[in-house]
């Protein structure tokens, strides 16, 4: 296993289109996590999964966020009707317990124009 | 005040120098502590993790952590141009009623041949 898988690199999209993320995380790890990063800043967490189960989202998640995990393999992330400050970096990370430090893909960046 | 604060810098250092980076955190109950270095357009990379008071070094690389004054520092002996990067702290937080990795809007160094 060679880390956390992320899809696309890159996306461009209109205001208004759905976009769709994926990530595969480290097959050993049952945590997985998403995260938003914009210039300047850390990332922001996002949302996270415990096998198949999400168990928490923050409030930065608006209703036009969806996450899924079937089958506690790889996730998708689905942004509805994309607005520009969606813009950003999304992050993928997998860990294998909850205070061990996290293993991050390469990031799917998003640019709605 | 933010859950995990860094001096955002810029941070300049020459060659061979000591670069010195801090953190302070906000939960007197977390236990665990991570360095992330980030290259420009490039995802985090876990560099250090520490969990208890003191320090850990790790090559050219020292964690200090100290839990009573919530502080954690990076210290990187022999500074070289490749070590030009944003360093992110990140502590795992509880947060509702997961814990999660929390991460500062991180310090850019800059070494100079």
């Known amino acids: 296993d060679t880390g956390v898988s992320q899809d696309p690199r890159h996306k461009i999209t209109k205001r208004g289109q759905n976009v769709t993320f994926r990530c595969d995380p480290i097959s050993e790890h049952n945590r997985l996590y998403w995260y938003r990063q914009t210039l300047g800043q850390g990332p922001e967490f996002l949302t996270y999964f415990q096998n198949e189960a999400q168990l928490e989202k923050s409030r930065l998640l608006s209703d036009r966020f969806s996450a899924e995990r079937p089958k506690g393999s790889f996730s998708t992330l689905e942004i509805q009707r994309t607005e520009q400050g969606d813009s950003a970096m999304y992050l993928c990370?997998?860990?294998?317990?909850?205070?061990?430090?996290?293993?991050f893909g390469s990031g799917t960046r998003l640019t709605v124009v | 005040q933010k859950e995990v604060e860094q001096n955002s810098g810029p941070l300049s250092v020459p060659e061979g120098a000591i670069a010195s980076l801090n953190c302070t955190y906000s939960d007197r109950g977390s236990q665990s502590f991570f360095w992330y270095r980030q290259y420009s357009g490039k995802s985090p990379e876990l560099i250090m993790s520490?969990?208890?008071?003191g320090d850990k070094e790790d090559g050219r690389f020292t964690a200090q952590l100290n839990k009573a004054s919530q502080y954690v520092s990076l210290l990187i002996r022999d500074s070289q141009p490749s070590d030009s990067a944003t360093y992110l702290c990140?502590?795992?937080?509880?947060?509702?009623?997961?814990?999660?990795?929390?991460f500062g809007s991180g310090t850019q160094l800059t070494v100079l041949p």
């Open positions: 990140a502590v795992i937080i509880s947060s509702g009623s997961a814990r999660q990795l929390t």
């Open positions: 990370a997998s860990s294998h317990g909850q205070n061990y430090g996290y293993t």
């Open positions: 520490i969990y208890s008071n």
